[in-house]
C-alpha cells in the first residue's frame, strides 16, 4: 500500500508540542530509506522543522508516494533533536497502538515528544493538533489521494484527541485478512459431504466416550451474526447432544460474583469423554472489558497471561482445546444488519449487542487479533472461519472438529511433557526445615484454657464483622499422621455457628474427580464472600502423597507447584483469606499416638495400616515437606509450622495465626 506522510511546522517549548499556525497543514515526503536523529537539524528559537529533514520536499496535501520506511525521532526541551525513537513497521504500529489506547500521550519517553512520522504502507498518518501539554497523535484514514486530502483538513481544525483509523484496523488486521475475501460453497457441495462428516463425527464423539481419555472444549468467540449460534446449533443437530453441554458466562450471578471469577468456568469443564461448548468465555470477558474501556492493556495482557496458565494446565491435565473466531468484514456485518432490521420476520435476529458491536467493531477487531496472536500456542491453536456463508462455515467447523478428534483419539496415551529441570534431592547435610522446629514448645492446662478461650472468642467476633463480607475464608490443614489435625479443627469450629463454615475432607479422588483436571475437586469448594471452607488435606496431596507413592508422573508434581501458586493467587486476588497449616510432631510422638490410638476403641478407626507403612517413608515425606513449603510458602499464601507435639499449643497457635490472618485482611481493606 502506498502511503503519504502529513506534517505540521513545530515548536518546542517547555516540554510541549504545538503547531506552528491554526491549521497550517504542510506535506512532507522523503525518499530517504534510513533517517537517524542526528541528521535532523534543530531550527534557531528551539524549532525543529519538517521541513528541515535533508532530501526532504514539500508537495500538496492528496499526493501519493512510495515510501518503504517508517520513521519517529523525538526532541528535548530546548528542540535538539535527541535521537530516532521508532524503526520499522512493527515498532511503529505499536507505538500508533500505544497512542490510540492511551497508554501514552505523545511522549515515548521521560521528557520527550514524538516529532515526526513518515508512516508508510500502513494506510495510517500521523498529525499534532494542540491540546495544552497532554498534545497527542492523531490516527486518520490514508487509504487514497482523496482520504489522505480530507484527513489532513479534519486534522487540521478538530481538538479531538486520538482518532481510529478505520483503514488501519478495517481491513488491515492481517490475521482476519482470508477471513474477509467472501468464502463460500455451492449448496450442492454441501450436501453432498454433509452426510459423511455426520457420519464420522458421530463416530468420533462415541469413540471418544467409549475411550473416557480426555475432555474435549469448544471455545466460542468472534463477530455478532457471524453464525456461532447457529452453527453449534448444527452440531447439536449432527451429534449426540446428550453428550454436548453447552454453557454460557454473558452475565454473572449473584453466586459467581461472590467468588473468584474462574470458579464459573472451572464448574462447567467437560468430564472426560465428553464434549463442552463455551460461550462468553475467559476470551469474551477480557475482551469486551478492554473495548468498553473498564481496564487497559496491562490488564489485558494479565488476563492473556492468565487464560494461557489455564489453557496449558488443561492440555496437560489431557484436554483437547478447540478455539474458534467467526469473523466477519464490516461491510458484511452492516449489510447483514441493514438486511434484517426492515425485515419483519427476521428483525428478532438482531439483539443489542449487535447494535453494540457494530459501533464498537473496529476496537473489538483490533483487541481481538491482540488476544488471538498472543494466545494461539501449538496444544491449543485458534481457527479464524468466515462467517458470511453459512454452508462454508459449517463444513470447516465441522471437519477442523473431525480431524483433531480423529488424531487425538488415534493416539494411545496423551503425551506426557518431561520436566526440564534436574529431579529434587535430600539435601546434602540432611539438615530439612521440620528438623529445625522447636518441638519442645508447650502450654500448661490453665494457661491452655485461658488462651483458647480468648482466642476462640476473637474468631466469633471476627467473623461477625461486616468487613468479613468482603472476604472468604479459606483454612488448610496438612500435617503428619496423628499430627492432631482433626483436634485443632474441632477448636476452630466450637467458635462458630455451624452455619457459617463447612469442612471439606480430602481423601483418594472419586471417579467423577478423577475425570476432570486435578484441581477441580478444590475449585467447586470454594467458599462465597462471608463464609468459611475447612479443607482437611487439600491440593497439596499431588506434591506430597501423590509424589510419594508414586501416584502420579514426576512431570505432573514438578509442574503442580507453579499450578498451586496460579491457584492461590486467583484466590487472594478475589479477596479470599488463605491460611495453611502444617501441624509437625517427631517419630517418637507419632508412634506413641499410634498404639494409643491401638488401645482406646473409640480411636481405633483413625489407625490404619497405611498409617504404619507410611512410617517406612518418613525421610521422603520430609523431603516432599520441605520442597512445598520452598516452592509454595509465598507472601500471599504463606505456610505457617505448627510444632504440635503438644496438642494444646498447636490448638492455640492455629486459632491465633487465623484471627490474625483476618485482622490483617481488614487492615489491608
Same mark, same amino acid.
Given at each position: 500500500?502506498?502511503?503519504?506522510?502529513?506534517?505540521?511546522?513545530?515548536?518546542?517549548?517547555?516540554?510541549?508540542?504545538?503547531?506552528?499556525?491554526?491549521?497550517?497543514?504542510?506535506?512532507?515526503?522523503?525518499?530517504?530509506?534510513?533517517?537517524?536523529?542526528?541528521?535532523?537539524?534543530?531550527?534557531?528559537?528551539?524549532?525543529?522543522?519538517?521541513?528541515?529533514?535533508?532530501?526532504?520536499?514539500?508537495?500538496?496535501?492528496?499526493?501519493?508516494?512510495?515510501?518503504?520506511?517508517?520513521?519517529?525521532?523525538?526532541?528535548?526541551?530546548?528542540?535538539?533533536?535527541?535521537?530516532?525513537?521508532?524503526?520499522?513497521?512493527?515498532?511503529?504500529?505499536?507505538?500508533?497502538?500505544?497512542?490510540?489506547?492511551?497508554?501514552?500521550?505523545?511522549?515515548?519517553?521521560?521528557?520527550?515528544?514524538?516529532?515526526?512520522?513518515?508512516?508508510?504502507?500502513?494506510?495510517?498518518?500521523?498529525?499534532?493538533?494542540?491540546?495544552?501539554?497532554?498534545?497527542?497523535?492523531?490516527?486518520?484514514?490514508?487509504?487514497?489521494?482523496?482520504?489522505?486530502?480530507?484527513?489532513?483538513?479534519?486534522?487540521?481544525?478538530?481538538?479531538?484527541?486520538?482518532?481510529?483509523?478505520?483503514?488501519?484496523?478495517?481491513?488491515?488486521?492481517?490475521?482476519?485478512?482470508?477471513?474477509?475475501?467472501?468464502?463460500?460453497?455451492?449448496?450442492?457441495?454441501?450436501?453432498?459431504?454433509?452426510?459423511?462428516?455426520?457420519?464420522?463425527?458421530?463416530?468420533?464423539?462415541?469413540?471418544?466416550?467409549?475411550?473416557?481419555?480426555?475432555?474435549?472444549?469448544?471455545?466460542?468467540?468472534?463477530?455478532?451474526?457471524?453464525?456461532?449460534?447457529?452453527?453449534?446449533?448444527?452440531?447439536?443437530?449432527?451429534?449426540?447432544?446428550?453428550?454436548?453441554?453447552?454453557? +454460557?458466562?454473558?452475565?454473572?450471578?449473584? !453466586?459467581? $460474583?461472590?467468588?473468584?471469577? *474462574?470458579?464459573?468456568?472451572?464448574? /462447567? %469443564?467437560? =468430564?472426560?469423554?465428553?464434549?463442552?461448548?463455551?460461550?462468553?468465555?475467559?476470551?469474551?470477558?477480557?475482551?469486551?472489558?478492554?473495548?468498553?474501556?473498564?481496564?487497559?492493556?496491562?490488564?489485558?495482557?494479565?488476563?492473556?497471561?492468565?487464560?494461557?496458565?489455564?489453557?496449558?494446565?488443561?492440555?496437560?491435565?489431557?484436554?483437547?482445546?478447540?478455539?474458534?473466531?467467526?469473523?466477519?468484514?464490516?461491510?458484511?456485518?452492516?449489510?447483514?444488519?441493514?438486511?434484517?432490521?426492515?425485515?419483519?420476520?427476521?428483525?428478532?435476529?438482531?439483539?443489542?449487542?449487535?447494535?453494540?458491536?457494530?459501533?464498537?467493531?473496529?476496537?473489538?477487531?483490533?483487541?481481538?487479533?491482540?488476544?488471538?496472536?498472543?494466545?494461539?500456542?501449538?496444544?491449543?491453536?485458534?481457527?479464524?472461519?468466515?462467517?458470511?456463508?453459512?454452508?462454508?462455515?459449517?463444513? +470447516?467447523?465441522?471437519?477442523?472438529?473431525? !480431524?483433531? $478428534?480423529?488424531?487425538?483419539? *488415534?493416539?494411545?496415551?496423551?503425551? /506426557? %511433557?518431561? =520436566?526440564?529441570?534436574?529431579?529434587?534431592?535430600?539435601?546434602?547435610?540432611?539438615?530439612?526445615?521440620?528438623?529445625?522446629?522447636?518441638?519442645?514448645?508447650?502450654?500448661?492446662?490453665?494457661?491452655?484454657?485461658?488462651?483458647?478461650?480468648?482466642?476462640?472468642?476473637?474468631?466469633?467476633?471476627?467473623?461477625?464483622?461486616?468487613?468479613?463480607?468482603?472476604?472468604?475464608?479459606?483454612?488448610?490443614?496438612?500435617?503428619?499422621?496423628?499430627?492432631?489435625?482433626?483436634?485443632?479443627?474441632?477448636?476452630?469450629?466450637?467458635?462458630?455457628?455451624?452455619?457459617?463454615?463447612?469442612?471439606?475432607?480430602?481423601?483418594?479422588?472419586?471417579?467423577?474427580?478423577?475425570?476432570?483436571?486435578?484441581?477441580?475437586?478444590?475449585?467447586?469448594?470454594?467458599?462465597?464472600?462471608?463464609?468459611?471452607?475447612?479443607?482437611?488435606?487439600?491440593?497439596?496431596?499431588?506434591?506430597?502423597?501423590?509424589?510419594?507413592?508414586?501416584?502420579?508422573?514426576?512431570?505432573?508434581?514438578?509442574?503442580?507447584?507453579?499450578?498451586?501458586?496460579?491457584?492461590?493467587?486467583?484466590?487472594?486476588?478475589?479477596?479470599?483469606?488463605?491460611?495453611?497449616?502444617?501441624?509437625?510432631?517427631?517419630?517418637?510422638?507419632?508412634?506413641?499416638?499410634?498404639?494409643?490410638?491401638?488401645?482406646?476403641?473409640?480411636?481405633?478407626?483413625?489407625?490404619?495400616?497405611?498409617?504404619?507403612?507410611?512410617?517406612?517413608?518418613?525421610?521422603?515425606?520430609?523431603?516432599?515437606?520441605?520442597?512445598?513449603?520452598?516452592?509454595?510458602?509465598?507472601?500471599?499464601?504463606?505456610?505457617?509450622?505448627?510444632?504440635?507435639?503438644?496438642?494444646?499449643?498447636?490448638?492455640?497457635?492455629?486459632?491465633?495465626?487465623?484471627?490474625?490472618?483476618?485482622?490483617?485482611?481488614?487492615?489491608?481493606?
Amino acid at each position: 500500500m502506498n502511503g503519504a506522510v502529513l506534517g505540521q511546522q513545530f515548536c518546542a517549548e517547555r516540554s510541549q508540542l504545538r503547531p506552528q499556525g491554526e491549521g497550517a497543514l504542510q506535506v512532507v515526503v522523503t525518499q530517504r530509506v534510513l533517517l537517524h536523529a542526528d541528521e535532523v537539524q534543530a531550527g534557531t528559537g528551539g524549532r525543529l522543522l519538517l521541513e528541515q529533514l535533508p532530501g526532504a520536499e514539500k508537495i500538496q496535501p492528496g499526493t501519493e508516494t512510495g515510501l518503504s520506511n517508517i520513521q519517529a525521532f523525538a526532541i528535548g526541551e530546548s528542540g535538539e533533536a535527541r535521537r530516532q525513537i521508532v524503526v520499522g513497521e512493527e515498532d511503529i504500529a505499536r507505538l500508533f497502538q500505544a497512542v490510540f489506547l492511551g497508554e501514552i500521550d505523545v511522549a515515548v519517553a521521560a521528557r520527550q515528544r514524538l516529532a515526526a512520522l513518515v508512516p508508510v504502507e500502513l494506510g495510517v498518518m500521523g498529525v499534532w493538533h494542540g491540546r495544552g501539554p497532554l498534545d497527542r497523535v492523531a490516527i486518520l484514514p490514508c487509504s487514497g489521494t482523496s482520504a489522505l486530502g480530507q484527513g489532513a483538513a479534519a486534522a487540521g481544525k478538530s481538538g479531538l484527541h486520538p482518532l481510529l483509523c478505520e483503514d488501519r484496523f478495517q481491513g488491515g488486521c492481517r490475521m482476519f485478512e482470508s477471513a474477509e475475501i467472501g468464502r463460500s460453497i455451492d449448496k450442492a457441495v454441501f450436501e453432498a459431504e454433509e452426510p459423511a462428516l455426520r457420519e464420522a463425527l458421530l463416530e468420533a464423539q462415541y469413540e471418544l466416550k467409549q475411550q473416557a481419555r480426555f475432555p474435549v472444549i469448544v471455545l466460542i468467540n468472534g463477530i455478532e451474526g457471524a453464525g456461532k449460534g447457529e452453527t453449534v446449533k448444527l452440531l447439536n443437530e449432527w451429534m449426540d447432544p446428550r453428550l454436548i453441554q453447552v454453557s +454460557t458466562f454473558d452475565i454473572q450471578t449473584d !453466586e459467581e $460474583l461472590a467468588r473468584p471469577p *474462574a470458579w464459573r468456568y472451572w464448574r /462447567q %469443564l467437560p =468430564p472426560k469423554g465428553r464434549m463442552g461448548v463455551f460461550f462468553g468465555n475467559w476470551y469474551s470477558q477480557m475482551l469486551q472489558g478492554r473495548v468498553h474501556g473498564k481496564f487497559k492493556d496491562a490488564v489485558l495482557d494479565q488476563a492473556i497471561d492468565g487464560a494461557e496458565r489455564l489453557e496449558r494446565m488443561l492440555c496437560d491435565e489431557g484436554a483437547l482445546i478447540f478455539k474458534f473466531w467467526f469473523h466477519l468484514s464490516k461491510k458484511h456485518m452492516k449489510a447483514r444488519l441493514e438486511a434484517l432490521k426492515d425485515d419483519p420476520l427476521h428483525s428478532w435476529r438482531i439483539s443489542p449487542l449487535d447494535w453494540q458491536q457494530s459501533k464498537t467493531y473496529d476496537k473489538f477487531v483490533h483487541h481481538g487479533e491482540r488476544i488471538l496472536r498472543r494466545t494461539s500456542r501449538d496444544y491449543a491453536p485458534w481457527y479464524v472461519v468466515e462467517g458470511v456463508d453459512h454452508y462454508y462455515r459449517s463444513l +470447516t467447523v465441522g471437519r477442523i472438529l473431525l !480431524e483433531g $478428534l480423529q488424531a487425538a483419539l *488415534a493416539n494411545p496415551q496423551r503425551v /506426557q %511433557l518431561q =520436566p526440564h529441570a534436574a529431579p529434587l534431592v535430600s539435601s546434602l547435610d540432611n539438615r530439612g526445615l521440620l528438623a529445625s522446629l522447636d518441638m519442645t514448645q508447650a502450654l500448661s492446662k490453665d494457661d491452655y484454657k485461658e488462651q483458647l478461650a480468648t482466642e476462640q472468642a476473637r474468631l466469633s467476633g471476627l467473623m461477625r464483622d461486616k468487613r468479613m463480607r468482603k472476604h472468604a475464608l479459606i483454612a488448610t490443614f496438612e500435617g503428619n499422621d496423628a499430627a492432631g489435625k482433626g483436634g485443632a479443627i474441632r477448636r476452630v469450629t466450637g467458635a462458630l455457628d455451624p452455619r457459617q463454615y463447612r469442612i471439606v475432607p480430602v481423601a483418594a479422588p472419586t471417579e467423577e474427580e478423577r475425570a476432570q483436571p486435578y484441581l477441580w475437586r478444590f475449585w467447586r469448594h470454594i467458599p462465597a464472600r462471608g463464609k468459611f471452607t475447612i479443607f482437611d488435606r487439600s491440593w497439596y496431596g499431588r506434591v506430597l502423597v501423590e509424589r510419594v507413592e508414586g501416584f502420579c508422573s514426576q512431570a505432573d508434581w514438578l509442574r503442580a507447584y507453579g499450578e498451586i501458586n496460579d491457584f492461590e493467587e486467583q484466590l487472594t486476588n478475589a479477596g479470599v483469606i488463605l491460611v495453611k497449616f502444617w501441624l509437625a510432631i517427631d517419630q517418637q510422638t507419632q508412634l506413641e499416638r499410634f498404639k494409643e490410638r491401638e488401645q482406646i476403641p473409640f480411636k481405633r478407626f483413625k489407625i490404619t495400616e497405611e498409617d504404619w507403612r507410611n512410617r517406612d517413608k518418613w525421610d521422603d515425606y520430609a523431603d516432599a515437606v520441605g520442597d512445598m513449603v520452598d516452592r509454595t510458602s509465598t507472601e500471599i499464601a504463606p505456610w505457617t509450622l505448627i510444632e504440635a507435639n503438644d496438642k494444646r499449643f498447636a490448638r492455640v497457635k492455629v486459632l491465633r495465626t487465623i484471627n490474625e490472618a483476618i485482622e490483617a485482611a481488614f487492615a489491608r481493606d
